[in-house]
């Protein structure tokens, strides 16, 4: 699967070959905040936990993975699309994730709101129509993004995923409906 490139950016799958890309995005405090506190990751958060997270999910004949956004080709950063719940005992595989990672510098230009709809566009194409996205409560930006691209408010609750352990929003919506 392919996304095509929006007004502004271009778009390719990551994989592990992207790293340092990774790396580079979360060494910054901000970035991190709402994820972890603040705390900057390591090589060795990337290299056995990130990394293999993503090779369990990555798959890119279905669009899954991280796709790498792409700003007169300077990495700004990335929108995840995965099925619903994917690390707990229950994934939902009618649904997909959304969410997103970008560089300080970019926010509050609306990259981010670009690039989850460029993706999600072409995933519906490919008959994938509902999406659900998970912030950290307290993130207004996330919850700004999940709004601009058409999400609801679903619910407030502590994430299911046992990488995340802080009370969470949720937003869903069913575009075929």
Not at 40 to 64: E, V
Not at 77 to 90: C, E, N, S
Not at 141 to 154: D, F, H, N, P, T
């Amino acid at each position: 699967m392919q996304v095509s490139p929006s007004p502004r950016l271009t778009y390719r799958l990551l994989s592990a070959d992207d790293k340092q890309l990774l790396f580079d995005l979360d060494q910054d405090p901000q970035v991190m905040r709402h994820l972890n506190h603040g705390i900057p990751s390591s090589w060795d958060d990337i290299n056995n936990r990130f990394l293999p997270r993503l090779a369990k999910y990555h798959n890119p004949d279905k669009g899954w993975g991280l796709w790498g956004c792409f700003l007169e080709s300077k990495f700004i950063g990335w929108v995840l699309i995965r099925p619903a719940g994917f690390f707990t005992d229950k994934p939902d595989f009618s649904a997909l994730e959304i969410g997103w990672r970008f560089v300080q510098s970019s926010w509050g230009k609306g990259y981010a709101t670009e690039a989850a709809q460029a993706v999600m566009q072409q995933l519906q194409l490919a008959g994938n129509h509902k999406y659900i996205a998970v912030a950290a409560i307290e993130n207004a930006a996330s919850v700004k993004v999940m709004q601009r691209i058409g999400l609801e408010y679903l619910s407030t609750g502590i994430d299911e995923d046992p990488a995340w352990d802080g009370e969470v929003v949720r937003y869903f919506k069913d575009f075929s409906a």
